[in-house]
């Protein structure tokens, strides 16, 4: 056993690493900040990481084990990676912990509100918590709504996928918001 033998690794993080990849492949495709005119902010940006994130998230909740296991570890890859983004931006290493802290947190947040939304099949709610969160209730020219229709597509979408290999494929973004590409 080598010097690193002591650290042992869940055995769901490089899964999880895969699936949280294919999230963050699916929240930068073009379309969703060309078409929806969701900025391409920092903030515009995480917050597709995270619905993205969070539709994998929920859909291995759902899931007999190892699918909770799985789940967790994709929510520790996210948030890896958002504490390796922060250092590569130069956020001092004393003030990466809380900023962390806060992007959880407002994670935490939007994954309830868009759960619950999901669950009661409420697209207005849906919409609303979405212009509240990616364009912090500025106008979005219907694009939180279209983006509502997204989401519901691809949670539907995930819902006949097998996750636990570490695959997932999301629909094109416009597929999804049922629009033609731009």
Do not use: C
Request: proline share 4%.
């Amino acid at each position: 056993m080598g010097v690193f033998g002591f650290f042992r690794r869940n055995r769901y993080e490089q899964l999880g690493y895969e699936l949280y990849g294919a999230a963050v492949a699916a929240a930068r495709d073009p379309w969703l900040y060309a078409s929806l005119g969701v900025p391409d902010t920092l903030d515009g940006r995480f917050d597709l990481v995270g619905l993205h994130t969070f539709l994998v998230i929920r859909r291995l909740q759902r899931d007999p084990a190892p699918g909770p296991a799985l789940a967790q570890a994709v929510f520790d890859a996210m948030f890896t990676d958002m504490d390796v983004n922060l250092r590569e931006m130069g956020v001092g290493d004393l003030s990466v912990g809380k900023k962390v802290k806060i992007m959880w947190e407002a994670f935490h947040g939007r994954a309830q509100a868009y759960g619950r939304a999901l669950d009661q099949e409420d697209e207005a709610e849906l919409a609303a918590a979405l212009a509240r969160n990616v364009w912090r209730g500025q106008p979005d020219a219907g694009g939180a709504a279209r983006l509502a229709v997204l989401a519901r597509a691809q949670d539907r979408h995930l819902a006949g996928q097998d996750l636990t290999g570490g695959r997932v494929a999301f629909l094109p973004a416009a597929e999804a918001a049922g629009a033609a590409p731009a």
